[in-house]
Each structure stands twice: as structure tokens, then as C-alpha cells.
């Protein structure tokens, strides 16, 4: 049996080492990024009932909106639904600056999503799912939130928004 | 089999060089400016 050494062109050589390189870097980036900066892709909180989770009473979604755990951080229980009709629950928040608020966000009905405008907070929102995710709002202003996933013909009236107050 | 021309090895393809540094080096900075804003906006935790 001869032995046969693999010939490689210097330029294709070359291009496979540097894609390899690029690779480990953006890899290594989004690494830095998820663990040592905090920057994580929301995974299921909890499961609940869609058939009850906007009435049974001990549901927080039965009257959506926030809550002060301790000073200065917050839970926020918002509820997506399309019927009767498309909008989030609640549709305007009010948190002082430097606030830190949890969003816990579940759908009634339909698949859809959540999307704070200058945040990281982006997730899909399931019904039967739960999707949290926390943000500190270091500035004050309006940040508004929107549905990112078609959920029908009044998609494009979900929306509300956050007033973070100096 | 393809008869190899004596200026193979000399052959340097200028034009694929260049069209490939221009595309990484748009892929990285779009890339690098889409992290530095995910960056910037903080952590989600």
C-alpha cells in the first residue's frame, strides 16, 4: 500500500485556517458575552395553564402588572393575548430609574412575542410558557415593547410601554 | 487529466483576494458593531 500525501493548495490552506481563527473568536465573543457579561437567551420559567392563567385568582396574571420585591427591583407579570383583543396586559409600566425588573410574560391564547425596544429583553412568549428575563433601566425615558411574532390581525396594535422615570 | 501549466505555481488570483478581504472585512465589522451594541445594552440576568 503507497502512501499518498493529500496536497493542498497555500491559498485554501491559508482561508480554512483563517475561517478557523474568525470562528473561535466570535465563538469566544458570544462566550464573554453569555457568561461573564450576563447576557442570556430566556429559557422556560414555568409552565402554566392557558386555559386559567389570566383568571384564576392565584395567578399573578389575573391582574398583570408590577410588583416591588425590595427596593429597587421589580417583577413584572405582562399577559399576551389576542382575544378579545390584541394587546398586552399591562399596557404602560412606571419604574424609577435604576430600577431592575423581571418580566415574566405568558400568552392566553396564541403564540406570540416580546420585544423591549433598546434592551436585550427579546424572547417569544408560548402559551402554557412562561419566558422571563431581567433588565436595569439605567436611563430614563420611554421604552416601548412590541409583539415580534405574528399572531394575527391585530398584530400590529400589540404593543405598550415602559416609563422609567428619573 | 489536466495537463499542469508550468505557471500554476506562479498563478496568484489578486481579484479573488481582494473580493474575499472585502467580504470578511465586512462580515466582521457588521458583526462587531452588532455585538457592541448587544454589549452596550447590559445584561439580561
Same mark, same amino acid.
Given at each position: 500500500m503507497s502512501t499518498q500525501q493529500m496536497h493542498i493548495d497555500p491559498y485554501e490552506r491559508n482561508w480554512m485556517i483563517f475561517s478557523a481563527i474568525l470562528l473561535v473568536l466570535f465563538a469566544t465573543a458570544v462566550s464573554v458575552a453569555a457568561f461573564?457579561?450576563?447576557i442570556q437567551v430566556p429559557a422556560p420559567e414555568q409552565r402554566v395553564d392557558p386555559r386559567t =392563567?389570566? @383568571?384564576?385568582?392565584?395567578?399573578p396574571w389575573s391582574t398583570p402588572g408590577l410588583r416591588?420585591?425590595?427596593?429597587?427591583k421589580y417583577d413584572a407579570y405582562v399577559l399576551a393575548h389576542a =382575544?378579545? @383583543?390584541?394587546?398586552?396586559?399591562?399596557?404602560e409600566l412606571s419604574v424609577p430609574v435604576g430600577s431592575s425588573v423581571s418580566f415574566y410574560v405568558t400568552s392566553s391564547d396564541v403564540q406570540h412575542g416580546f420585544k423591549i425596544q433598546d434592551t436585550n429583553v427579546n424572547f417569544m412568549v408560548i402559551p402554557g410558557q412562561v419566558s422571563k428575563l431581567t433588565v436595569t433601566f439605567d436611563k430614563p425615558g420611554t421604552y416601548n415593547y412590541i409583539c415580534?411574532?405574528?399572531?394575527?390581525?391585530?398584530h400590529g396594535i400589540m404593543y405598550g410601554s415602559i416609563t422609567v422615570t428619573p | 487529466m489536466a495537463k499542469k501549466d508550468k505557471n500554476d505555481d506562479d498563478f496568484r488570483p489578486t481579484g479573488t483576494i481582494a473580493v474575499l478581504a472585502i467580504f470578511v472585512v465586512t462580515l466582521i465589522a457588521i458583526w462587531a458593531t452588532i455585538y457592541m451594541i448587544l454589549v452596550g445594552r447590559g445584561g439580561t440576568l
Amino acid at each position: 500500500m503507497s502512501t499518498q500525501q493529500m496536497h493542498i493548495d497555500p491559498y485554501e490552506r491559508n482561508w480554512m485556517i483563517f475561517s478557523a481563527i474568525l470562528l473561535v473568536l466570535f465563538a469566544t465573543a458570544v462566550s464573554v458575552a453569555a457568561f461573564g457579561m450576563g447576557i442570556q437567551v430566556p429559557a422556560p420559567e414555568q409552565r402554566v395553564d392557558p386555559r386559567t =392563567v389570566a @383568571t384564576d385568582p392565584n395567578s399573578p396574571w389575573s391582574t398583570p402588572g408590577l410588583r416591588e420585591v425590595s427596593p429597587g427591583k421589580y417583577d413584572a407579570y405582562v399577559l399576551a393575548h389576542a =382575544v378579545p @383583543t390584541w394587546e398586552f396586559l399591562p399596557k404602560e409600566l412606571s419604574v424609577p430609574v435604576g430600577s431592575s425588573v423581571s418580566f415574566y410574560v405568558t400568552s392566553s391564547d396564541v403564540q406570540h412575542g416580546f420585544k423591549i425596544q433598546d434592551t436585550n429583553v427579546n424572547f417569544m412568549v408560548i402559551p402554557g410558557q412562561v419566558s422571563k428575563l431581567t433588565v436595569t433601566f439605567d436611563k430614563p425615558g420611554t421604552y416601548n415593547y412590541i409583539c415580534t411574532e405574528y399572531c394575527g390581525s391585530g398584530h400590529g396594535i400589540m404593543y405598550g410601554s415602559i416609563t422609567v422615570t428619573p | 487529466m489536466a495537463k499542469k501549466d508550468k505557471n500554476d505555481d506562479d498563478f496568484r488570483p489578486t481579484g479573488t483576494i481582494a473580493v474575499l478581504a472585502i467580504f470578511v472585512v465586512t462580515l466582521i465589522a457588521i458583526w462587531a458593531t452588532i455585538y457592541m451594541i448587544l454589549v452596550g445594552r447590559g445584561g439580561t440576568l
